[in-house]
């Protein structure tokens, strides 16, 4: 069997040539709360089969104190992305039902880290799910690689990652449209990069390059 080519991580600069990632817009996050909304996000959930999947906690800076996320957890399909907040009770139920389906494909980066912390916090088992940063590695790369990264090399896009979104309170009960934006972006960004390798499975998924610096 023929290995793929090694591939280099594309440089800051060759990332920041590319075109914007083309995000959801706010009016298609949903911060689920009422009984409607559960509802309409699990229906949306169940038709796409395959979706989008990460989760974000509240950053620890105090050496010894532990880590109690995730405080929300977030699904998307093409159209649309859904957060939901641990604390909330109405959202147990829900996100039990959806973290351990099998039929509800999850996919998503790092999910090996999520597994525990989903049973600590929720009682929940991961259910039928696909890593797609061991996806992004086949491709050539020695080491596993980010979404950003991944996103540059399948989508050819840039995905803006604010650390100040990343280190922000995911615990805080109104969550500020920089939060949902940076949130829907991990989920959404997922799932395309996982349907562009998809519909690459074929063989030609190594023909991907990685984008070249333009002047």
Do not use: C
């Not at 800076?61 to 992305?81: K, L, N, W, Y």
């Not at 399948?154 to 969550?175: E, F, G, M």
Request: proline letters at 7%.
């Amino acid at each position: 069997m023929n290995r793929p080519p090694r591939l280099e991580r594309p440089t800051p600069e060759q990332i920041a040539a590319l075109p914007p990632y083309p995000a959801l817009p706010l009016s298609h996050i949903h911060v689920l709360r009422s009984a409607e909304q559960f509802e309409f996000a699990e229906r949306e959930l169940r038709r796409a089969v395959h979706v989008g999947f990460d989760t974000e906690s509240k950053p620890v800076f105090v050496a010894g104190v532990p880590h109690t996320g995730p405080d929300i957890v977030q699904f998307a399909t093409r159209e649309h992305a859904f957060i939901a907040q641990t604390a909330l009770p109405e959202a147990q139920g829900f996100l039990r039902a959806m973290i351990e389906s099998n039929e509800i494909v999850k996919v998503g980066f790092g999910l090996a880290s999520d597994r525990p912390q989903l049973y600590r916090k929720l009682g929940a088992q991961l259910g039928q799910s696909i890593d797609v940063s061991h996806m992004v590695k086949r491709l050539g790369f020695k080491d596993a690689v980010g979404l950003k990264t991944a996103v540059a090399v399948v989508l050819q896009q840039r995905l803006q990652k604010s650390k100040k979104a990343t280190t922000s309170n995911w615990a805080n009960p109104t969550l500020s449209p920089q939060q949902l934006q940076y949130a829907a972006n991990d989920a959404h960004a997922s799932l395309l990069v996982y349907l562009a390798l998809a519909r690459e499975s074929d063989g030609h998924a190594q023909k991907i390059q990685v984008p070249h610096h333009q002047a």
